[in-house]
């Protein structure tokens, strides 16, 4: 019997987002803005309250962002999205959802400083609980906002920081999601309609039982670490598991059986 070579059995790599796509994200987000009040401008106008429906939309769309990127999150480490791609897919969305939370973000507080439905200067858009727009949930806001930055930026330097460092760093995500939540119910101003008070609480229902999820088969995976090979999902486990077959199959093959 042929002996299984080596390199059949490595996992394929993971597909990454494409590089740059944060930095490009980013700069359309700003040339949005800038081509809406380049408009007003020569028609003499207010760009208002077109750059408040763009903030009100794409803090929405942060949100739903903010949202796949914690459920890809949580189903990396508890192989619920596996059967869609596979986990390398599901890493490859979770890493390019996080970097397109960038664009949004950044369109998300220059269509809110271009706006002159409330005052936003820089010291509102970036210090948390600055302003006294629907405090503390604006200040909530700008918390979460920092933190979708550090999160996103420890893709980019997860060799420097190490494996550890960084799934530490990603533990702030549940704080991350949360403070989003709270800020788009407390300080969104679509958030009292019908419609977004569904979304929200669907939205809020499916992390919650991905995280209870979560952490129950954490403490099964606890209840069987005394025989590895025997717990579902783990493919280091299998894998271990049939390298006896793997060496008996070898030895008949040199002996001629």
Not at 75 to 84: H, P, S
Not at 94 to 103: E, K, S, V
Request: aromatic residues 10%; charged residues 10%; contains cysteine.
């Amino acid at each position: 019997m042929p002996v299984p070579s080596p390199s059949s059995n490595r996992t394929p790599p993971r597909p990454e987002p494409a590089a740059g796509f944060a930095v490009a994200s980013i700069a359309g987000s700003a040339l949005i803005v800038a081509a809406l009040l380049a408009v007003a401008t020569i028609f003499g106008r207010s760009a208002s309250p077109v750059t408040w429906y763009v903030a009100r939309a794409s803090g929405l769309m942060l949100y739903l962002v903010l949202w796949v990127s914690t459920l890809t999150g949580l189903g990396l480490t508890t192989a619920l999205l596996d059967r869609w791609g596979g986990r390398g897919i599901v890493f490859s969305v979770h890493a390019f959802i996080t970097q397109l939370a960038y664009g949004l973000l950044a369109l998300h507080l220059l269509s809110l400083a271009a706006d002159p439905t409330v005052e936003f200067g820089p010291q509102q858009l970036l210090v948390p609980f600055a302003t006294t727009w629907r405090e503390p949930w604006t200040g909530l806001g700008v918390i979460a906002g920092w933190l979708t930055i550090i999160i996103g930026a420890s893709f980019a330097i997860k060799r420097v920081i190490g494996q550890r460092v960084w799934r530490t760093l990603h533990w702030l995500t549940f704080p991350l999601y949360g403070m989003a939540l709270l800020h788009g119910l407390g300080a969104g101003t679509d958030s009292r309609t019908p419609w977004a008070g569904a979304l929200y609480l669907v939205t809020g229902a499916v992390v919650v039982l991905f995280t209870c999820y979560r952490l129950l088969r954490r403490g099964s995976r606890a209840g069987t670490a005394s025989n590895p090979a025997r717990t579902r999902g783990d493919r280091l486990a299998a894998s271990a598991a049939q390298a006896p077959v793997v060496t008996m199959r070898s030895a008949h093959a040199h002996s001629g059986h």
